[in-house]
């Protein structure tokens, strides 16, 4: 059964770092692309990050270029999410999910989730 | 980056009622719209993909349509397992989601 778990989630102050891991486990992980996507407590759901399946395309919205960085390490099938300077706006329920696997790789659904990692930023 | 509206961001209604949820993208993109259901704690779970494909395993009550720019997601008979959130995402330029819809009981 394919699977995502996510953990290296808490409490954190502003302007602290924290690495988010996703291990998945029941599929190929090395031929998915992988995202990250947040939702902050009450609100809806905003993509973060994706990585391609061998690591060579990386892609952010603006609102987190600079401070976030996805990277994955295929021998471990695990995904991760480094995220630096937080900010409290970053206070979010993080999810891993599946993204494409072939040409048009981009084009894909979300078709396996994680079960969130929580991230607090506060002082 | 391409914005997406849904519509409404909530309804009431009752087990055995057909509802509609509209998602409006702000420009064109094709087919490449996707539906997702979530529950209060969980994590989102896929229900439809290229505006009209159901996912395996997901009820065939769930129904999606349209492309270009405006597209429908439709549950032809509620059932009390479907009062949840739902979002529409399009995936033609990286991704983004719509607000949500709620749907709760009346």
């Known amino acids: 059964q394919d699977h995502l778990v996510e953990s290296g989630g808490g409490v954190v102050h502003p302007g602290r770092s924290l690495r988010l891991s996703c291990a998945a486990s029941g599929f190929t992980f090395s031929t998915y692309a992988m995202h990250w996507v947040r939702q902050a407590p009450g609100e809806g759901l905003h993509w973060v990050a994706v990585i391609s399946n061998d690591g060579s395309y990386k892609n952010y919205p603006e609102s987190v270029k600079g401070r976030f960085t996805i990277s994955r390490d295929n021998a471990k099938s695990s995904l991760y999410l480094q995220i630096n300077n937080l900010r409290p706006e970053d206070t979010a329920v993080y999810f891993c999910?599946?993204?494409?696997?072939?040409?048009?790789?981009?084009?894909?659904?979300?078709?396996?989730w994680g079960q969130g990692t929580m991230v607090t930023v506060s002082s | 980056d391409i914005q997406m509206t849904q519509s409404p961001s909530s309804l009431s209604a009752s087990v055995g009622d057909r509802v509609t949820i509209t998602c409006r993208a702000g420009q064109n993109i094709n087919s490449y719209l996707n539906w997702y259901q979530q529950k209060p704690g969980k994590a989102p779970k896929l229900l439809i993909y290229?505006?009209?494909t159901l996912e395996s395993g997901v009820p065939s009550r769930f129904s999606g349509s349209g492309s270009g720019t405006d597209f429908t997601l439709t549950i032809s008979s509620l059932q009390p397992e479907d009062f949840a959130t739902y979002y529409c995402?399009?995936?033609?330029?990286?991704?983004?989601f719509g607000q949500g819809t709620k749907v709760e009981i009346k």
């Open positions: 999910a599946r993204g494409g696997q072939s040409t048009g790789w981009h084009y894909w659904a979300f078709d396996i």
């Open positions: 290229a505006a009209s």
């Open positions: 995402q399009q995936s033609y330029s990286t991704w983004t």
